[in-house]
């Protein structure tokens, strides 16, 4: 059974920082999993991709977050990790991740069968 769960998420003041992880678990061959995203959910219940990674490491950013964020992987620990810096208010929404084998990696959620069900980021001024 694929499993995706997420932590670290919290409650920071504008220009925190916060690392989220999602450990995954129950994919039979690496491959299944080839393209692991963040996405983020709003207080307005708005949803969207946040940052891509591919088994190979390439990662995809959306502009609003670029120099701000950063994804990775440790495979050996099926954990991918999103660091988060000079967090602001915009950036409160529940995190969550989602795998699939859907390359190129992109934002279409109804893509990704395996999903987590997120932490609640908070970012206050």
């Known amino acids: 059974q694929v499993q995706l769960e997420e932590s670290g998420g919290g409650s920071v003041q504008a220009g925190g920082s916060l690392r989220l992880s999602c450990k995954i678990s129950g994919y039979a061959y690496p491959g299944q999993k080839y393209c692991m995203v963040w996405f983020r959910r709003g207080p307005g219940n708005e949803r969207g991709g946040v940052a891509a990674i591919d088994i190979y490491g390439s990662t995809t950013y959306i502009e609003s977050v670029k120099g701000r964020v950063t994804i990775s992987q440790d495979n050996d620990e099926n954990t991918v990790y999103l660091d988060m810096n000079n967090l602001q208010p915009e950036d409160t929404a529940n995190y969550f991740c989602?795998?699939?084998?859907?390359?190129?990696?992109?934002w279409g959620y109804g893509e990704y069968t395996g999903r987590g069900k997120g932490t609640q980021v908070t970012v206050s001024v």
């Open positions: 989602a795998a699939d084998w859907v390359p190129p990696c992109g």
